[in-house]
């Protein structure tokens, strides 16, 4: 029983697996997450769905960094400035 439904009203879109008892397991921000004893996850809620979809396209490329990371920002010039140390270093090796 896989079923996708999309509640305009609400703006919430719910995803479900199998069918979902009792009430919602875990909240974590928009996303509302529904699991058995077995801890199968049996539905996913997602709340403000289409502010969830536009912050996810706008975002598409872009990863958040946590824990020592937090704060670090990546640019295009440190990536390719890695892959030219990293080609250097295999070049060396053969």
Same mark, same amino acid.
């Given at each position: 029983?896989?079923?996708?439904? *999309?509640?305009?009203?609400?703006? #919430? +879109?719910?995803?479900? @697996?199998?069918?979902? $008892?009792?009430?919602?397991?875990?909240?974590?921000?928009?996303?509302?997450?529904?699991?058995?004893?077995?801890?199968?996850?049996?539905?996913?809620?997602?709340?403000? *769905?289409?502010?969830?979809?536009? #912050? +996810?396209?706008?975002? @598409?490329?872009?990863? $958040?960094?946590?824990?020592?990371?937090?704060?670090?920002?990546?640019?295009?010039?440190?990536?390719?400035?890695?892959?030219?140390?990293?080609?250097?270093?295999?070049?060396?090796?053969?």
């Amino acid at each position: 029983m896989n079923t996708v439904t *999309y509640i305009p009203s609400k703006d #919430e +879109l719910l995803l479900k @697996f199998c069918p979902l $008892k009792g009430k919602k397991s875990k909240k974590s921000g928009n996303f509302i997450l529904w699991y058995d004893k077995q801890g199968n996850i049996c539905g996913i809620e997602i709340e403000s *769905y289409q502010k969830e979809l536009e #912050e +996810l396209t706008k975002n @598409f490329n872009v990863i $958040k960094l946590d824990g020592i990371w937090e704060g670090i920002k990546i640019t295009d010039k440190d990536i390719k400035q890695t892959r030219r140390e990293l080609i250097s270093k295999f070049e060396k090796k053969w």
